[in-house]
């Protein structure tokens, strides 16, 4: 089992009686879930990759824009994702992949909200840092793992917006996270400005550094 990996993904609870609190047909959580990684795990996250501090991005920058990442993900993880998971859990092929005709590895789960494809691209590009060896369902199903996995994901995208002179600010590091056209990997500045993605997670951001007051259902 590689380093750094439960031998079993803990399913994300709440301190709360109720696992899931449903509202608006989705599952609120992400307070708990939060709580369940260790401030110091997005730190080494973040000295894993020095693709942040190449890019100007401090460590309270790039590990509270991971943070925000993770907390939009969490205050949108609705009853398919819970079950997609489920279904991962109890070794099944994910309901949702059926209904959808799509292939296994592009669903996204976890609280980060990734493809067991994305983390094995990962794995490819940071074999240092990313490494769960055939253990990548069980890996994204474990909150600890959530730093690592976005990290990776955006110092990739950090890499590649180098290599195509895409300004790097946190609003387009949180577009790259989710595109609202997946064709349009490459954002223009009207894209970035646009994007409903992009206002959640400057929004849970904003939350983080105390500048707004998290509304019940976003604690």
């Known amino acids: 089992m590689p380093a750094g990996l439960n031998a079993r993904a803990r399913p994300l609870s709440c301190a709360k009686p109720a696992v ?5 047909g989705r599952f609120r959580c992400a307070y708990a879930a939060m709580s369940q990684i260790p401030e110091q795990s997005w730190k080494q996250a973040y000295e894993a990759f020095p693709q942040f501090k190449q890019a100007g991005l401090s460590e309270k920058q790039a590990t509270e824009l991971m943070q925000a990442i993770v907390r939009n993900e969490l205050y949108n993880y609705d009853a398919a994702d ?3 998971d489920d279904d991962v859990r109890a070794g099944r092929t994910p309901l949702i992949a059926k209904a959808h005709l799509k292939k296994e590895e592009d669903i996204t789960l976890g609280i980060e909200q990734l493809s067991t494809k994305g983390v094995k691209d990962r794995e490819a590009e940071y074999p ?3 490494n769960f ?46 595109p609202s056209d997946k064709r349009r990997i490459l954002p ?10 992009v206002a959640n997670v400057m929004h849970q951001l904003a939350i983080i550094r105390h500048e707004v007051e998290a509304r019940p259902d976003e604690r």
Do not use: C, W
């Open 20 to 24: 899931f609190l449903r509202q608006a």
């Open 188 to 197: 223009t500045s009207s894209d970035v400005n646009s994007s409903q993605h």
């Open 128 to 130: 240092k840092q990313v």
């Open 133 to 178: 060896k055939g253990h990548e369902e069980q890996a994204l199903l474990d909150p600890a793992n959530a730093p690592t996995l976005v990290a990776a994901t955006l110092a990739h995208n950090i890499e590649m917006y180098r290599r195509h002179h895409v300004p790097i600010t946190e609003e387009s590091l949180a577009y790259s996270y989710n």
């Open 82 to 84: 819970k079950s997609a």
